[in-house]
């Protein structure tokens, strides 16, 4: 029996009235005249931020932990480049403990108002020491702070220790500038495999799968 907080799969009356505004939003058949992946991935993301309420750079990160479980979080994207995909964060949280032991993730982008999706897996590099500088620089002050305060991913007896080591901090740097923690980072994501997903109306959806071959890239469409 389907739970009543899971909506029912779409009637052919509702895939029909919404096949114009699919269609709309991706009937563009020049998806597949790209060469490789990463200028479309910057492209759907210009298009992201254009219509997503909040956050058109959050993506699913996963990676591995030591028993082998996969483990998975919501982080923000903070540059993508030819390079690949970088997000910042604690080096000695849950997910910098995983990536220093097995430097490898997958990442997933979601966006629910374009209907479309983004799959990437591949290894993953740290960020130089500049790159970490000026993008930690760039952060709010309270941000910064903050990174100071949080034992990211230990145990929190309340909400009032958290507190209490903000107000430590703030006191701390008080009419200073708020350097980096050494166990602040970053990692690059360096792509492997890229596939893009367009919806389509009755589950017949586009796919799109790029693998690294050397310094190029093959592609191919796959079935839905």
């Known amino acids: 029996m389907t739970s009543a907080v899971i909506p029912p799969s779409p009637s052919r009356e509702e895939y029909a009235r919404d096949y114009a505004a699919a269609l709309a939003a991706n ?7 790209r060469a490789e992946p990463i ?5 759907w993301l210009a298009q992201a931020r254009a219509h997503e309420p909040n956050d058109p750079n959050a993506m699913g990160l996963s990676t591995v932990d030591a028993d082998g479980a ?6 923000l994207l903070k540059d993508v480049d030819a390079r690949g995909l970088t997000f910042y964060s604690n080096r000695e949280s849950a997910k910098g403990l995983q990536l220093q032991d ?7 982008f979601h ?3 374009l209907r479309r999706q983004v799959r990437i897996r591949g ?5 130089s020491t500049e790159e970490a500088d000026a993008y930690f620089a760039s952060r709010a002050r309270e941000s910064r702070i903050g990174a100071w305060a949080s034992d990211q991913s230990r145990p929190l007896a309340g909400r009032s220790e958290l507190e209490a080591a903000v ?3 703030t006191a701390r740097f008080e009419g200073t500038d708020v350097p980096r923690p050494g166990h ?8 492997d495999v890229v596939e893009f997903w367009r919806d389509r109306p009755f589950r017949l959806h586009d796919r799109l799968r790029f693998i690294r071959a050397g310094d190029d890239w093959t592609r191919a469409r796959l079935q839905p």
């Open 27 to 33: 009937g563009d058949e020049t998806i597949f005249d």
């Open 70 to 75: 996969p483990d998975s979080r919501m982080v």
């Open 111 to 113: 966006w629910k108002s």
């Open 39 to 43: 200028g479309l991935m910057i492209d």
């Open 123 to 127: 290894a993953v590099e740290p960020v």
């Open 167 to 169: 107000a430590r901090e």
């Open 184 to 191: 602040w980072t970053g990692w690059r994501v360096v792509p």
């Open 102 to 108: 097995r430097p490898r993730a997958a990442l997933l």
